[in-house]
C-alpha cells in the first residue's frame, strides 16, 4: 500500500484528506513544516501532499529542503493552496515540486493526480532498481577483467622470476616505491594530467613487468658473477626490446590497444633511458621518456643498489640516497629525484618490510 505524508497546519485539512485517503493508502500526518520534514526523514513517504501557506517553515521552503537531500529528492510533493496562481506554480516548480492542487480540494481531481503521480513515482523507482542492478553487473564484471589481469601479471611476473636472479622482495619494494613516488607526484603541475588515481593505479599493477624481457636472455650472461663484457652487455640490453615485443603481441591477440598493458609497455621499454639522453634502448631525452618509465628508473636502480647481486653486494641505503640524488637532472627526471627525497623515510619502511628472503607479494 502507497505511503502519503500530508503537510498542513489546519486540522480540519490534515482530517478532510484523513478520510479521504484512509481507505486506499498508509497515511502519515504533520501539523507544521519541521515535523513533515522529520517524518519524511525517518520514514521515507511515496508522496508528500504540502500546503504552502504555513505558521513557521512554509511548503515551499520544505519542498526545497526535500529536494537538498538525497534520500527524499525522488519522493514527488504536491503543493497546495487557496492562492496558486501563475506566478505561484512557476515558483512551485521551481522548487522542485511535481504538482499542485488549488483548495479547497477537488476529491476526484485530488485522487486522479495522486494516482498519476505515484505510478510515474513506482516506474522511475523501478528505473533506478535496474540501473543500480546494472551498475552492480558492470562493477562485478570490471572486478572479474581485472583479478584476470593481475592473475596474468602475477604469472608472467613468476616466469620471470624462475629466470632471473633478483627476488620478490625486489620486485614488491619498486612497486611500492613506484606508487608511492605517483601519489606523491599527482598534484605537480608536471605530473597531474598524467598521473590520474587510474593511472596511478595501472603504473602500480604494471611496474613488476619492468624487467620481463630477461626471460629471453641466455643464462650465462644473465647469471654471470663477474661484469659484462661489452658484446654480452649489449645483449643484456636487449631484454627491453624483448619485453616490448612480448607485450605487443600479446596485445594483438585482443586486435586493439589495451590500456592494462599501455603503462607496461612503457615501464618495459623506458627504464633504462636516461634524463640527459644517454639511456637505451631509443635514447630518449628528458620528457620525451615517458613518464611511467621515469618512475620506474628511480625504484629500480635504487633498489638495485641496495640488492645483493651475484655480480656485486649490496649497498648500505645512505650510499644509495646519495647516488639517487647525484643522478638529478643527467640519469633521473629532477622532480621525480626530489619526490624521492621527501620521501625517504617511507622508501626505507618498504626496505625492511620487505626484506629479501621475506615473503612478499605483488600489490593488485
Given amino acids: 500500500m502507497p505511503h502519503i505524508l500530508v503537510i498542513d497546519d489546519s ?53 526545497e529542503r526535500l529536494k537538498e537531500q538525497a534520500s527524499t529528492r525522488h519522493i514527488p510533493v504536491v503543493l497546495m493552496s487557496a492562492y496558486i496562481d501563475t506566478e505561484g506554480e512557476a515558483r512551485a516548480f ?69 629466470r632471473d636472479t633478483e627476488t620478490g622482495g625486489h620486485i614488491v619494494r619498486t612497486q611500492a616505491y613506484v606508487r608511492m613516488l605517483a601519489e606523491r607526484l599527482r598534484e605537480h603541475p608536471r605530473f597531474s594530467a598524467e598521473l590520474t588515481p587510474n593511472a596511478i593505479r595501472l603504473i602500480t599493477q604494471s611496474a613488476p613487468l619492468h624487467d620481463i624481457g ?42 586493439r590497444r589495451v590500456d592494462f598493458l599501455r603503462y607496461a609497455k612503457d615501464i618495459v621499454i623506458g627504464h633504462h633511458e636516461r634524463w640527459d639522453g644517454k639511456g637505451y634502448p631509443y635514447g630518449l631525452k628528458g620528457d620525451a621518456i615517458p613518464v611511467a618509465a621515469r618512475l620506474m628508473a628511480v625504484a629500480d636502480v635504487f633498489d638495485a643498489l641496495i640488492s645483493k647481486r651475484v655480480y656485486k653486494e649490496a649497498f648500505p641505503q645512505k650510499v644509495a640516497f646519495d647516488i639517487i640524488q647525484q643522478g638529478s637532472g643527467t640519469q633521473f627526471d629532477p622532480d621525480i629525484v626530489d619526490a624521492f627525497v621527501d620521501l625517504s623515510e617511507r622508501f626505507a619502511e618498504i626496505v625492511h618490510i620487505h626484506r629479501d628472503g621475506e615473503r612478499s607479494s605483488v600489490a593488485a
Avoid: W
Wanted: proline share 4%.
Fill in 94 to 162: 521551481e522548487v522542485g515540486a511535481s504538482d499542485c492542487l488549488r483548495k479547497p480540494i477537488n476529491e476526484r481531481i485530488a485522487a486522479s493526480r495522486i494516482q498519476v503521480q505515484l505510478s510515474l513515482k513506482a516506474a522511475q523507482d523501478l528505473n533506478r532498481d535496474r540501473e543500480a542492478a546494472l551498475e552492480q553487473e558492470v562493477r562485478r564484471r570490471t572486478e572479474h577483467i581485472e583479478l584476470t589481469q593481475h592473475v596474468a601479471l602475477l604469472a608472467l611476473v613468476n616466469l620471470a622470476r624462475t
Fill in 11 to 63: 486540522r480540519e485539512m490534515l482530517d478532510h484528506l484523513g478520510m479521504m485517503l484512509a481507505p486506499n493508502y498508509e497515511l502519515s500526518q504533520a501539523d507544521n513544516g519541521e515535523t513533515g520534514l522529520a517524518i519524511a526523514m525517518e520514514r521515507l513517504p511515496d508522496l508528500i501532499l504540502l500546503d504552502v501557506c504555513m505558521e513557521g517553515t512554509d511548503g515551499y521552503t520544505v519542498c
Fill in 214 to 255: 630477461k626471460i629471453g636472455i641466455p643464462d650465462h650472461i644473465l647469471r654471470k658473477p663477474g661484469a659484462l663484457t661489452p658484446e654480452e652487455m649489449t645483449i643484456m640490453r636487449t631484454h627491453t626490446t624483448l619485453g616490448l615485443q612480448a607485450l605487443e603481441d600479446a596485445e594483438r591477440l585482443y586486435d
